[in-house]
T-cell receptor
Framework: SQKIEQNSEALNIQEGKTATLTCNYTNYSPAYLQWYRQDPGRGPVFLLLIRENEKEKRKERLKVTFDTTLKQSLFHITASQPADSATYLCAPFSGGYNKLIFGAGTRLAVHP | KAGVTQTPRYLIKTRGQQVTLSCSPISGHRSVSWYQQTPGQGLQFLFEYFSETQRNKGNFPGRFSGRQFSNSRSEMNVSTLELGDSALYLC??????????????FGEGSRLTVL
């Protein structure tokens, strides 16, 4: 069955450092992969989408990579700030009208 | 442009009761998806509606149902509530559900507590 794995343990980093979150998937051949941010008690907010033919995508301090051979996406936040503290969810999907399935998310805590 | 609106935001029910949650998508969005989120299970897909038709369904019992109206507003219903139904129920809309560009826009959720 399709499986999405994200680090279940919280990631604690110091302000100003780069945070790297991992999303691995199995039994999937996604054409796209999305990343969302979720704050406690709030709905997820879309951050970035990367296509299978894109190796890397950037948006301000965010960078996402997509390796279809390793079946992995990495999500980087450079110059991290305490305001970046949240849970980050990945969602690989095949496109079309398939349902969007999310990983369990990784909680990031950025300490001053 | 107004975002996705979910009502009610918070509600408390007792076991055996039923509940109806409402979702108004972003204007022009025709696809509405529902998710259940609990600490232990994360975001679980319930169902997706497009043009008043259920197009995708998750692995939930028949007590969970939904519908979509001609104005794209959607409701979900949970009958015979169980303690395990306590969760944050999230609604998300997208333009056409085609997903090729995109993102889901989530509401703030309805927090259901079953006592």
């Amino acid at each position: 069955s399709q499986k999405i794995e994200q680090n279940s343990e919280a990631l604690n980093i110091q302000e100003g450092k780069t945070a790297t979150l991992t999303c691995n998937y199995t039994n999937y051949s996604p054409a796209y992969l999305q990343w969302y941010r979720q704050d406690p008690g709030r709905g997820p907010v879309f951050l970035l989408l990367i296509r299978e033919n894109e190796k890397e995508k950037r948006k301000e301090r965010l960078k996402v990579t997509f390796d279809t051979t390793l079946k992995q996406s990495l999500f980087h936040i450079t110059a991290s700030q305490p305001a970046d503290s949240a849970t980050y969810l990945c969602a690989p999907f095949s496109g079309g009208y398939n349902k969007l399935i999310f990983g369990a998310g990784t909680r990031l805590a950025v300490h001053p | 442009k107004a975002g996705v609106t979910q009502t009610p935001r918070y509600l408390i029910k007792t076991r055996g009761q039923q509940v109806t949650l409402s979702c108004s998508p972003i204007s022009g969005h025709r696809s509405v998806s529902w998710y259940q989120q609990t600490p232990g299970q994360g975001l679980q897909f319930l169902f997706e509606y497009f043009s008043e038709t259920q197009r995708n369904k998750g692995n939930f019992p028949g007590r969970f149902s939904g519908r979509q109206f001609s104005n794209s507003r959607s409701e979900m219903n949970v009958s015979t509530l169980e303690l395990g139904d306590s969760a944050l129920y999230l609604c998300a809309s997208s333009l056409d559900g085609g997903m090729d560009t995109g993102e889901l826009f989530f509401g703030e959720g309805s927090r259901l507590t079953v006592l």
